[in-house]
C-alpha cells in the first residue's frame, strides 16, 4: 500500500511559547508522494516551549467505509529561563538545526536544552 491511499490529509500545527501563547497553522488536503519528502513551513515563535503536531486522514482499503487515520506528536522544548536569549529553529541543508541566541545573536554556550520528542 503507498501513501496515495491516504485521502482527505490534514496536518493541524500548535505552537506555544513561554508566555503559553499559541499559534496554529493548518494544512489542508495534503496530496503525499512515496518518492519525496514533504516539507511544511511554519513561522516559529520567539522562545519555543512547545509543538504539537496532529496529522488527520482517511486510508481506503477498498472493502467498505475508509478508516479513520489520526497521528499526534508533542515536542517540547526545556529553554533557560533567559529573557536576552531565544531558541531559533534553523533549516541546514536536509536537517534542522536548534539555535540559543543572545540578545545581540551571538550563540549562548554552556547552557543545557531539553528536546522531548
Not at 8 to 35: C, G, H, P, R
Not at 42 to 63: E, G, H, M
Not at 85 to 102: I, T, V
Request: proline share 4%; hydrophobic share 40%.
Amino acid at each position: 500500500m503507498t501513501l496515495k491511499a491516504l485521502k482527505e490529509s490534514n496536518i493541524y500545527v500548535a505552537l506555544t511559547n513561554s508566555q503559553d501563547i499559541v499559534n496554529t497553522v493548518d494544512f489542508y488536503d495534503i496530496k503525499w508522494d512515496s518518492k519525496n519528502d514533504y516539507v511544511l513551513e511554519i513561522p516559529i515563535q520567539s522562545i519555543l516551549k512547545r509543538i504539537n503536531i496532529n496529522v488527520t486522514a482517511k486510508i481506503d482499503f477498498y472493502v467498505g467505509e475508509p478508516a479513520e487515520l489520526n497521528s499526534y506528536r508533542q515536542i517540547s522544548f526545556n529553554s533557560p529561563d533567559d529573557s536576552t536569549a531565544e531558541m531559533f529553529l534553523q533549516r541546514d541543508g536536509p536537517n534542522f538545526k536548534l539555535r540559543l541566541l543572545g540578545l545581540n545573536g551571538e550563540p549562548k554556550s554552556g547552557v543545557s536544552i531539553s528536546i522531548f520528542i
